[in-house]
């Protein structure tokens, strides 16, 4: 993240300007500009060492007019009240925007979750559900995985909410492992999604994907999944993705420029997203510094890692050859160099159309969940293909028409459909 970047101040401005677009009603804007309910809390976990550990926990629901809120939690040591609220926010404009009928919410845990071990772990999503349990739900707000929590940390925290209310109660959270409640094709799903928009662009610029190449920065869930969707389902060409490496306390690059192999690079990667670069670099990858991923000169670049990358200083590194840039990440892109962006003529991608492909299978899962009836890989993932497509659509649509840019048109989907749902329920 950009030290200078206030992720909640950014996510108010981008809504502010589209206020105004829109005309919204000051009290509208006043309501819409802020989360509904927030839960600030703590969690004491006993260590392996016997010792007690605090740790700060939080959950923003911004929104819920169109169903429950919906949004992951983050494990990161990072992580503020206003990173949670952003990214809250963010889910509301997501799931609007997807066309689900979920709110937004987000939740969040200030830890470096590569600091502990699988039992203190555990403890931590237990002791989280236990704090929250009351203000959650599968008609409230339904969490999901986010950076740093994965799979089987939200079958833990699915199992201490059933416990906790007595019943079975698989709709509470989604994102669980397969076979534990979980949805086959939900751990692509985000990548996959960004990979659904980047072929509706490349189609409408009247762009081969056969003949393009891409670079992605990070290599978490998303970045990967983006990297075997470029490769597999576009044929196209990636020649770098970045990456944190927790041991040098730096990123890097792992670049080829005749393209990279995404199922050997997961391979050697451990489950936080290091890569081990003496087995990339042994295999003929370049290990380049960690910003070298914004400069290369290829068609579609991919921020996949977290918010704030795109900003003042760093846009300006961006290659003359980008045709689009592809939002995996929730906030990449800074107001500043938005505006960079625009004036470029760049095809941008906003994050919450682009990444929105993870919540909506999270979404698939509640349904598979309430009905206990379970769909194949092929089924989720065709009405995830077919879900993407129609709101990239809607999203151009709208920036066609309005003459204004794709986040701007894409924030004018969203708000008027939770307006025009706050008038159905008689909010306003
Ligand atoms: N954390 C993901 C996101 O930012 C998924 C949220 C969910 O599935 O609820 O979109």
Redesign the pocket.
């Known amino acids: 993240m950009s030290s200078n970047t206030n992720v909640f101040e950014m996510a108010q401005r981008q809504f502010d300007g589209v206020a105004d677009l829109l005309k919204l009603d000051p009290s509208v804007r006043e309501f819409l500009r802020w989360p509904l309910r927030e839960y600030h809390f703590r969690i004491p976990v006993r260590m392996d060492d016997g010792t007690i550990r605090v740790f700060q926990g939080f959950r923003v629901q911004h929104n819920d007019v169109r169903g429950p809120a919906?949004?992951?939690i983050r494990f990161h040591p990072a992580e503020t009240i206003d990173t949670v609220r952003a990214?809250a926010t963010w889910?509301t404009w997501?799931c609007a925007v997807a066309d689900i009928p979920l709110g937004g919410g987000k939740g969040g845990v200030i830890v470096d979750p590569a600091t502990l071990s699988g039992a203190e772990k555990e403890r931590l999503v237990r002791g989280y559900i236990q704090q929250i349990w009351k203000n959650i739900g599968p008609r409230q707000d339904?969490?999901?995985?986010?950076v740093g929590t994965n799979p089987q940390m939200m079958g833990w925290m699915m199992d201490e909410y059933s416990k906790l209310v007595g019943q079975y109660t698989p709709g509470v959270i989604?994102?669980k492992p397969v076979g534990g409640g979980g949805s086959l094709g939900r751990t692509e799903a985000?990548g996959y999604g960004v990979i659904i928009n980047v072929r509706e662009a490349l189609k409408y610029l009247g762009l081969d994907s056969s003949q393009c190449t891409g670079a992605l920065q990070g290599f978490g869930n998303v970045s990967q999944h983006a990297a075997i969707g470029f490769v597999e389902m576009l044929k196209g060409k990636v020649i770098c993705v970045s990456y944190w490496d927790r041991e040098d306390r730096c990123s890097y690059t792992v670049s080829k420029s005749d393209g990279i192999d995404p199922h050997f690079l997961i391979s050697i990667t451990d489950q936080y997203g290091t890569i081990d670069k003496a087995k990339a670099k042994a295999a003929g990858y370049a290990v380049e510094d960690g910003d070298a991923w914004i400069s290369k000169d290829v068609d579609v670049l991919m921020p996949c890692a977290l918010e704030g990358q795109l900003n003042a200083d760093s846009i300006h590194k961006v290659s003359k050859k980008v045709r689009i840039i592809a939002e995996g990440a929730?906030g990449p892109t800074t107001p500043e160099a938005d505006a960079v962006i625009r004036e470029r003529g760049i095809f941008d991608i906003p994050d919450f159309l682009c990444?929105?492909g993870?919540?909506t299978v999270?979404y698939f899962e509640g349904v598979q969940n309430d009905m206990n009836f379970y769909w194949s890989k092929e089924e989720v993932l065709s009405k995830l293909d077919e879900k993407m497509t129609v709101a990239f659509h809607a999203v151009l649509d709208m920036s066609l028409n309005e003459k204004v840019y794709m986040r701007d048109a894409a924030y004018m989907v969203a708000i008027s459909r939770v307006v025009k749902a706050m008038q159905l329920r008689g909010w306003i």
């Open positions: 919906k949004g992951g990214l889910m997501k339904v969490p999901a995985p986010d989604t994102g985000t929730n990444n929105a993870g919540v999270s």
